[in-house]
């Protein structure tokens, strides 16, 4: 990256404020224009045009992190993604990204927001049904679910 993001990690409130807002606005136009060029709404993925709460929340926390930068072009994959698949699944990368696994094909965009991942662990210990809505009802069955031994029999 074009700067050292460890001397510069922390931006105020009101630069963070101003770049999240700017996100916003991007990714929503990204969003409408893909939307609009859809000649099958069938195709549609069903992320909303405007972000929602969680998704705001992160665009916050990457903005503290990045500050400005985030609006280079430095940074227009990441914004991409976000406007093509939401900041969920973004901070799902992040979250899951794991230096010794090459099979991902977007360890690009997480090893760049590796930065933000103390961060944004956080958001998802809080708001976990948000951020991991498809672990939840697997959790919930395997806390209902007493273990069995090989034979059948419970485990405990």
Excluded at 101 to 129: G, I, M, V
Aim: net charge negative; hydrophobic share 45%; glycine share 4%.
């Amino acid at each position: 990256m074009g700067r050292d993001l460890m001397a510069v990690s922390s931006f105020s409130a009101s630069e963070t404020a101003t770049v999240a807002i700017e996100l916003d606005a991007i990714i929503g136009r990204e969003r409408r224009a893909a939307k609009l060029s859809l000649l099958d709404e069938r195709d549609a993925k069903k992320i909303p045009v405007s972000p929602g709460p969680a998704e705001l929340l992160a665009l916050t926390v990457l903005a503290k992190t990045y500050g400005r930068s985030l609006l280079s072009d430095e940074f227009a994959a990441v914004r991409s993604d976000i406007a093509e698949n939401g900041a969920i699944a973004l901070i799902q990368k992040i979250i899951f990204y794991d230096e010794q696994d090459t099979s991902l094909c977007t360890s690009d965009l997480a090893k760049q927001l590796l930065y933000a991942r103390h961060r944004l662990e956080p958001l998802c210990q809080w708001w976990p049904s948000a951020f991991f809505p498809d672990a939840n009802p697997l959790l919930n069955r395997m806390r209902e679910i007493p273990p069995k031994t090989t034979d059948g029999q419970d485990a405990f």
